[in-house]
């Protein structure tokens, strides 16, 4: 890559050519994709519809591909301006031109640019200004000489060098400068602290009381590249509420001068052989390091530990976003649900097959009111009335109360056939006082818009979450510690990938998940329900080019995620792209079959050989990805729906007991282990050391959000509100009573399990709660809920 006036010889590797080799694919498919995202293409339609383009990259690899365009693009925007300034500044050199050119990170860009970056006058500037750089460089360069000797000839009143103290105060200043601003040096430094330092935390004088939820971290140490990012998080976070010093150790301590200054000064030649300058030198090498040069590393090294930090809870979030929106539907089937409380009663909303709201009301079955029977008599007569088939039930406050009262009713009315399911009422809340909600449902009160959304989520899971902000959803560690920018970006890619790999109903499909579909903008998505609320149901996909501000672009992008049911061309159901319709309808005249004959024939559709039906435009892998369709229209990839029993008598963590084997639903997955509702309001914690008889590196290689598993209780501490489980059923449990503690691998210290309870606070919609940093939605719930907050 050159620009005018660079010096050809370099050799720098094109954008396209670094993200192939990171990928381990080859460079005409990345410059593909490139292509394509640059021409307005999501990462969905790509990975979807131009196959051939890209020759079978995958959205995974799409996505990371995306990632790394944007950086690297930031980098040669930030080296571009990096060489205008050192071109303007008269100091561009060839040699200096390579260094920036060949710089493959922002960090060793920064580092070649720190001696040419325009700063505040500096006391080695204001040296240089008093003529003191020979008198540096001179001592640097013959240590035989005595520095005070030599000093006395630079004595300028003048110029501010009242004595050759002065002189030298003023030399060291220019060594210190040089020495913390060589690239190369502080590259090396960097890493060999990244490998042998570590992170300390220590509280607070006076501290230790109001940050008791910190006390793991009061007397902590731990290496850089041990330190997961749960634990890191939590130490900036209390840092930030000043309640822990942080600080970040090259190494461990020692009695003798540090390795570090040692390679400062072998890097300038300085040795301590007895000559006159050699101590003068070597301190200046120790007051470079310890003024200038760990300073910076120690906020270098900050920044990458947040950084790791924040990517790895972002990635988290992201996962557990991806299982909870492709959780299983129950589908089009009439749902009762149920928003618990116990004060204010328990809010009660009917929903039909398709998800309008038919019915509502307010129960008051629990304290202070105790009108059982009457709760039971009321929601009796709105399921036999509304052909009830299912009943959510938030997993909030009173919500094992309010699950009895559903059995109750299963039991005293089996005519009903009616199957109750406990469903995360996470978002609920805000979802409720959204400016959608209130267009959604506006003559109904807010409080009852939190049952209409968990009757709808059961149903659909993904198009009713689309309606809340993916961050409000809190399936992450510590989101309101992470950048936001970095966060809304993965969280929106997962629900675009989410959605238009289901597919959408255009003629059902509410405007916020319309704006999730591929090409379709906000604007577009209030268009088209505009268009459909006026003119009726769409009938094909062309009528899609009706629907105003609509254009091409956005038609070829949207077109294949967007379904039509029982519309006038059959194809239109399918995720087949109408381009690609003169495909089948080539594969119709082969056959003889007509459309409709022809999807889901599956006899026939494999008797087809796919190579007949590529041409110029279709490749193999598109013909292909047309006969699994049509052989399967429309399928939905999400699992099937089946529901977790919670066990009868298990309603508060004081009816749990060790050794008891329960059924439960996985909540949410961290770096360290599981949560898992077992039904007593506090979720309990699958450490990643009890999920299977071999080594797990990964916890969701396991598990995964709203799974179903069986657990073992290992430990009840009802006093610290901790429950331990193990997937592991022939484990042997704790003694009634008796505590179990992960071990750590280094002594003295708290245990691992222990360490990592400050993984976040609050959130929860009335959960029983320990003390919490803050408050972070769903993983901050299951973590006070399992006691670890």
Known sequence: ???????????????????????????????????????????????????????????????????????????????????????????????????????????????VYLPYKPKRRTKAQIAREAGLEPLAEGLLGDPSVDPLAAASAFVDAGKGVADAQAALDGARSILTEKFSEDADLIGELRERMWVRGRLTAKVKEGKEEAGAKFADYFDFAEPFTELPSHRILAMLRGEKEDVLDLALEPEEATDGPSSYEGIVASRFGIADRGRPGDKWLTDTVRWAWRTRILVHLGIDLRLRLRTAAEDEAVNVFAANLRDLLLAAPAGTRATLGLDPGFRTGVKVAVVDATGKVVATDVIHPHVPANRWDEAIAKLARLAERHAVELIAIGNGTASRETDKLAGELITKHPELKLTKVMVSEAGASVYSASAFASQELPDMDVSLRGAVSIARRLQDPLAELVKIDPKSIGVGQYQHDLSEVKLSRSLDAVVEDCVNGVGVDVNTASAPLLARVSGVTSTLAENIVAHRDANGPFTSRTELKKVSRLGPKAYEQCAGFLRIRGGSDPLDASSVHPEAYPVVRRMVKTTRQEVAGLIGNTSVLRSLKPTEFVDETFGLPTVTDILRELEKPGRDPRPAFKTATFAEGVEKISDLSSGMVLEGVVTNVAAFGAFVDVGVHQDGLVHVSAMSKTFVKDPRDVVKPGDIVKVKVMDVDIPRKRISLTLRLDDEAAPQGAQTEQKRERGGKPPRQRQQRQGSGGGGRGRSSAASPASDGAMADALRRAGLA
């Open 1 to 111: 890559m050159t620009t005018p006036g660079s010096n050809a010889s370099i050799d720098v590797r094109s954008i396209e050519s670094r993200i192939a080799e990171e990928l381990g694919v080859r460079e005409r498919q990345v410059k593909a994709a490139v292509e394509l995202l640059d021409g307005g293409s999501t990462v969905p339609f790509i990975a979807r519809y131009r196959k051939e383009a890209t020759e079978m990259l995958d959205d995974a690899q799409l996505r990371t591909l995306e990632e790394r365009l944007r950086y690297l693009r930031e980098l040669e925007e930030r080296r571009t301006a990096i060489l205008d300034s050192v071109r303007e500044q008269g100091k561009l050199t060839e040699e200096l031109e390579a260094r920036i050119r060949t710089a493959e990170t922002k960090a060793r860009l920064e580092d």
